[in-house]
C-alpha cells in the first residue's frame, strides 16, 4: 500500500491511496475522478474506486480513512538512510538532473526503488526523497479484512517504474511529472 499525501498539485492539495492485493489486483482510491484520470494516466491499475480521502498526521501517528480503507499507525525515529538524505541540499534533493545521477546508487542501496523513470502515456517522472521515518505500528481493514500487522514489503508493489522500501516507512517525496508534449 502507498498512501499520497500531497501539499502541493496542479490539482490543490489533496491524498490517494494505491493498494496492490495479496493475488496482485491494483486498486486506486481517489478523491475525484479528474485526480483519478491523472493518476491512472501515469501508474497502473486494474480498478480505482472514487470518494473522500484523508490523512491526517500528527505527532509521531497517522490516520488514513478512503473508500472501504481504515488505517492508523505509528512512527518511529529515521529510517535507514535519513541521515544520509539530509546531508542534501533541498534544491538539489529534488532536481531531476540529480536524480538521475544518483538513480543507480539509489537502487542498488534499496533494491526495487528508482528516482527516476519512465511513467504511462509517455510520462518521465522524478522522487526527491528529503526524509523517511520507519513506521513502527500500523493497524487497519481495507474493504472488511483485516490488514495484519506490519511486514516487509515483499513482492514489490507494481504500480510503476518503482516499487517502495521493503522496510515500511514514511516519507517526504517531491514528484516531478515531465508530460510529453502535445
Not at 500500500?1 to 496492490?20: N, T, Y
Not at 472514487?50 to 480513512?65: E, L, R
Not at 529515521?78 to 529534488?94: H, K, M, S
Not at 515483499?154 to 516531478?176: E, L
Amino acid at each position: 500500500m502507498v498512501v499520497g499525501s500531497w501539499l502541493e498539485s496542479p490539482f490543490g492539495r489533496f491524498a490517494d491511496v494505491m493498494v496492490e492485493s495479496a493475488d496482485g489486483h491494483r486498486t486506486l482510491l481517489a478523491p475525484s475522478e479528474e485526480i483519478a484520470e491523472f493518476v491512472s494516466d501515469t501508474y497502473t491499475f486494474d480498478s480505482t474506486e472514487i470518494g473522500p480521502v484523508n490523512v491526517d498526521h500528527v505527532a509521531g501517528a497517522f490516520s488514513v480513512a478512503a473508500p472501504g480503507l481504515v488505517l492508523a499507525g505509528r512512527l518511529g525515529g529515521p529510517a535507514p538512510f535519513d541521515r544520509l538524505l539530509r546531508l542534501v541540499p533541498g534544491q538539489l534533493a529534488t532536481a531531476p538532473a540529480w536524480l538521475r545521477v544518483v538513480d543507480p546508487v539509489a537502487s542498488r542501496l534499496i533494491p526495487g526503488v528508482r528516482t527516476y523513470g519512465s511513467a504511462g502515456n509517455g510520462r518521465r517522472e522524478y522522487y526527491g526523497v528529503r526524509r523517511s521515518r520507519r513506521i513502527i505500528l500500523v493497524d487497519g481493514i481495507f474493504r472488511g479484512v483485516d490488514l495484519g500487522g506490519l511486514a516487509p514489503l515483499d513482492p514489490p508493489v507494481r504500480f510503476g517504474f518503482s516499487s517502495a522500501p521493503k522496510t515500511p516507512q514514511m516519507v517526504s517525496v517531491t514528484t516531478t511529472i515531465d508530460l510529453p508534449a502535445r
